[in-house]
């Protein structure tokens, strides 16, 4: 089975208006991290947002906010304010257990197109 | 955030030849960084794990001795693709765990694209 899914190859937005990108994922470890990068045309993996398993509440960096749903194992990234900058590849990911230096698991990723 | 640095971005070699990058974690120490390889509108395919004075740990079906790791101190991996052909081609992608710092983010190099004539 797939650590996680990302089933939305591709996906449009309106400038300014909000997008939610889906990510589910699959582990039996009660112990994981979640991330969400953000991949431009230029090819660097940019670090958007992280969610960690025993986090009460929904992270939130800037425009970005991770909705966590730990009983359907899910992890959307919303983006509000869509701007056309945001326009790149985005990957789920997903660290199991504790250890800190375990590797992640990626996505098939999401193209998000801009439009103005 | 932390810096991760990856030398070359770009390289074009001539098949048989042996090409080295290199990977530094700029303002932070890295025990653990990862190498990925990455195909045309494809996901991160991890290569293998490197640990600072240990071996590196390879996923499976990735040559060792096709891809040689070192990682010989606490800021600086480097990946040789030894004797490269053309279907070593890809985008290559490193990236360091900052252990010490909040989250147990990874943080990326910007990449090196390699072309084997």
């Known amino acids: 089975a797939q650590k996680i899914t990302q089933t939305q190859p591709g996906m449009f937005v309106q400038e300014k208006e909000a997008v939610t990108l889906d990510c589910t994922y699959d582990t039996s470890d009660p112990s994981y991290g979640l991330f969400w990068y953000k991949q431009p045309s230029s090819g660097e993996m940019i670090f958007l947002i992280y969610q960690g398993s025993y986090d009460q509440q929904n992270a939130t960096e800037g425009r970005y906010s991770l909705n966590f749903q730990k009983a359907r194992k899910s992890a959307n990234l919303v983006i509000s304010a869509s701007q056309l900058g945001d326009s790149a590849m985005y990957f789920c990911a997903m660290r199991e257990g504790s250890n800190t230096g375990n590797q992640f698991y990626f996505g098939t990723g999401t193209s998000l197109t801009v439009i103005p | 955030g932390a810096v991760v640095s990856q030398h070359p971005s770009r390289v074009i070699c001539k098949s048989g030849t042996s090409v080295k990058i290199e990977c530094r974690s700029l303002?932070?120490?890295?025990?653990?960084m990862f190498w990925y390889r990455q195909f045309p509108k494809q996901s991160l395919m991890l290569m293998a794990t490197s640990n600072e004075g240990s071996k590196a740990t390879y996923e499976q079906g990735v040559e060792k001795d096709k891809f040689l790791i070192n990682h010989a101190s606490l800021t600086l991996s480097t990946l040789t693709v030894t004797s490269a052909h053309p279907e070593d081609s890809s985008f290559y992608i490193c990236?360091?765990?900052?252990?010490?710092?909040?989250?147990?983010?990874?943080?990326f190099g910007a990449g090196t694209r390699l072309s084997v004539l």
């Open positions: 303002d932070f120490q890295a025990t653990t």
């Open positions: 990236s360091a765990h900052a252990g010490g710092l909040a989250k147990n983010i990874q943080y």
